[in-house]
């Protein structure tokens, strides 16, 4: 796509429910960008951001409507890019290449993408860059828990390879899809395996690794790391490992070659774009064990923003065609936090820890609730949805959430 020099097309951002679309339409509001918002539901928080030139709502997501208004945004306004954040709209977008009109989806090629959302395949390209994954297996038709077991030692977590393949498949036979199930014993791996017997697909079993969360994040270009950032996980939703409901900052000077890995990874996919490489530190061993990568805007995304790292901007001059910036340095100094996650953390640590499936996961109540309460008075904290700012968005979702506790009552 290319763009006159002193022209600057707006940007549609696809997926305003949760705080990543918020804050790519907060970071480029913020930098002069006309931002053009698509919601899926009438209460989704990005559409209260004052930073929206335009905003639309259409409740049919990956429809033939949604592809019609996009188009129409593109006959109204010229070429202009389109971010997404889902990778559900992601994948909708790269099947419909080149249907939008004058709407130009950013989106990473569609073979890096396939090796992205496949965790066997991710798992094997970091192994032809000196990144080391947990040992992990695929059951086969007729495997055995023995056979499984003389491969991948207990604990063991369960993930699917690709989620997004699988979720149709459980959903027809009425299974969840589980992002990740624990066994601790050979009764309990057999157990959760045979309740996918009936459809003849299995999870992939990992190995359990011991530490906390590290975020790696890349904007790859050219096959080159135009910017980067990391964080650890300082608090997680579910507390035995999910997302983060708490992240810092760490300095790029940590990890250094760590970082150069996960560059040799994504440059061996073919990877253009943001993507998360995320791992499994141990700081007693100083291992780090990759668990994924992710090809998309993620769910920490706020405290990237804070740190100015510039991700959305970076995607949506690419998207436009314009030069790409160079970007200081990205601050390390801040964390970030989503108080309602946090809330719901705390009432299963303190009143419900028989339900968290990690048996090795070290519970003190008093420790957690006293970081919570000390997080409201550091001046380096910042919040997934709070924004002095920007307040509405806020407002909205604290509305929300009143009236759905008071519904459940």
Not at 24 to 49: K, N, P, T
Not at 53 to 59: A, G
Not at 73 to 101: Q, V
Request: charged share 20%; with cysteine.
């Amino acid at each position: 796509m290319s763009a006159e020099p002193d022209y600057h097309p707006p940007c549609i951002v696809l997926g305003l429910e949760t705080q990543i679309g918020l804050c790519i339409v907060r970071e480029l509001g913020q930098a002069g960008v006309r931002v053009i918002g698509i919601a899926h539901d009438w209460g989704a928080i990005g559409l209260r951001s004052r930073y929206l030139t335009e905003r639309l709502v259409v409740e049919e997501p990956r429809s033939d409507l949604l592809r019609q208004s996009i188009r129409a945004i593109g006959n109204r306004y010229g070429p202009c890019p389109l971010l997404a954040i889902s990778e559900a709209n992601l994948s909708w977008l790269d099947k419909h290449r080149g249907e939008f009109g004058q709407v130009f989806p950013v989106l990473p090629d569609a073979a890096a993408m396939s090796i992205v959302l496949d965790k066997r395949a991710t798992l094997k390209a970091a192994l032809a860059v000196g990144i080391t994954p947990p040992a992990s297996i695929q059951p086969e038709p007729g495997w055995q828990v023995s056979d499984l077991l003389e491969q991948c030692r207990l604990p063991a977590v369960l993930k699917w390879s690709d989620p997004n393949a699988a979720a149709p498949l459980l959903a027809r036979h009425g299974l969840p899809l589980l992002k990740a199930e624990y066994a601790h014993t050979p009764e309990e791996l057999l157990m959760a395996l045979e309740r996918y017997s009936p459809i003849g697909a299995w999870p992939i079993v990992q190995e359990y690794c011991k530490g906390y969360g590290l975020g790696q994040f890349f904007f790859m270009h050219q096959g080159k790391a135009l910017q980067r950032f990391q964080h650890r996980r300082v608090a997680e939703w579910p507390p035995e490992g999910g997302f983060s409901s708490v992240c810092e900052g760490v300095p790029l000077s940590e990890h250094t070659e760590l970082q150069a890995r996960s560059i040799a990874l994504l440059r061996s996919i073919g990877w253009e774009g943001v993507a998360m490489v995320e791992f499994r530190f141990d700081p007693e061993t100083q291992e780090a064990k990759l668990m994924e990568v992710n090809g998309r805007f993620w769910g920490s995304f706020p405290l990237a923003y804070y740190s100015k790292a510039g991700f959305a901007l970076l995607s949506y001059q690419l998207g436009a065609g314009l030069p790409l910036v160079d970007l200081a340095t990205p601050r390390s100094d801040l964390r970030c936090r989503m108080v309602s996650t946090e809330l719901k953390r705390l009432a299963r640590i303190v009143l419900q820890r028989g339900e968290i499936a990690d048996h090795a996961f070290l519970v003190r109540p008093w420790h957690e609730l006293w970081r919570f309460i000390r997080d409201f008075f550091r001046s380096n904290v910042r919040y997934y949805v709070w924004s002095l700012d920007d307040p509405q968005p806020f407002i909205a979702d604290l509305r929300e959430m009143i009236g759905n506790t008071l519904r459940r009552s």
